[in-house]
Nanobody, 122 residues
């Protein structure tokens, strides 16, 4: 099994920044992609960003391009999501996810963290 633990959520004013972290443990042998999803109340879960094993290939949702950056530190089995220029519509629960499949496919992610709340006030 794989365990994912997120941290770094919180309350921030519009225009501010937050950095989320997610540490993976357990059966993480082999190349795996990691990503971030978010879910706002009453809305479907949105695929926000994904990164390949090396971190050299990335995916971003249009809604976050130019503002969010996903990165990895494989020596620590950790993925980060740097979020800048935050907007109230970025509010939601952010979930870390892992896949041994494609980093760009939202349907391939099959290991999930518990989520961390991000609230952006206007």
């Amino acid at each position: 099994q794989v365990q994912l633990v997120e941290s770094g959520g919180g309350l921030v004013q519009a225009g501010g920044s937050l950095r989320l972290s997610c540490a993976a443990s357990g059966r993480t042998l082999g190349d795996y992609a990691m990503g971030w999803f978010r879910q706002a109340p009453g809305k479907e879960r949105e695929f926000v960003a994904g990164a390949s094993w090396s971190g050299g290939s990335t995916y971003y949702a249009d809604s976050v391009k130019g503002r969010f950056t996903i990165s990895r530190e494989n020596a620590k089995n950790t993925v980060y999501l740097q979020m800048n220029s935050l907007k109230p519509e970025d509010t939601g629960v952010y979930y870390c996810a892992l896949t041994f499949g494609s980093y760009w496919s939202r349907y391939d992610y099959d290991y999930w963290g518990e989520g961390t709340q991000v609230t952006v006030s206007s």
